[in-house]
Nanobody, 128 residues
Framework: QVQLVESGGGLVQAGGSLRLSCAAS????????MGWFRQAPGKEREFVAA????????YYADSVKGRFTISRDNAKNTVYLQMNSLKTEDTDVYYC?????????????????????WGQGTQVTVSS
């Protein structure tokens, strides 16, 4: 059973930066595609970014492209989300997810139902 633990969330002013981390255990991290999603109360879950098993492919939502960067360190079983130029609309709970499937491509990496394991989430609040 894969366990995912997010960290790095917090309160930041608009224009600032945060780096989220997601530590994985209980599985073979290098076999899993990894993604970040976000969700606010009463809103649907939204895809943010994803990265393939070997880090060779990355995917971003249009709303974060150019501001957020996803990366992974397979030696540390950790995936990161560097968030720069944060906006108030980035305020959400951010969830890390692991995808143990072999279909690849933008569609499969951006759909929440394609992910098998989820973390508990970390709150990101961007103030104006």
């Amino acid at each position: 059973q894969v366990q995912l633990v997010e960290s790095g969330g917090g309160l930041v002013q608009a224009g600032g930066s945060l780096r989220l981390s997601c530590a994985a255990s209980g599985g073979t991290f290098s076999s899993d595609g990894m993604g970040w999603f976000r969700q606010a109360p009463g809103k649907e879950r939204e895809f943010v970014a994803a990265i393939s098993r070997n880090g060779g492919s990355t995917y971003y939502a249009d709303s974060v492209k150019g501001r957020f960067t996803i990366s992974r360190d397979n030696a540390k079983n950790t995936v990161y989300l560097q968030m720069n130029s944060l906006k108030t609309e980035d305020t959400d709970v951010y969830y890390c997810a692991a995808r143990h499937k072999y279909y690849s491509g933008t569609y499969y990496y951006t759909q929440g139902y394609q992910y098998d394991y989820w973390g508990q989430g970390t709150q990101v609040t961007v103030s104006s």
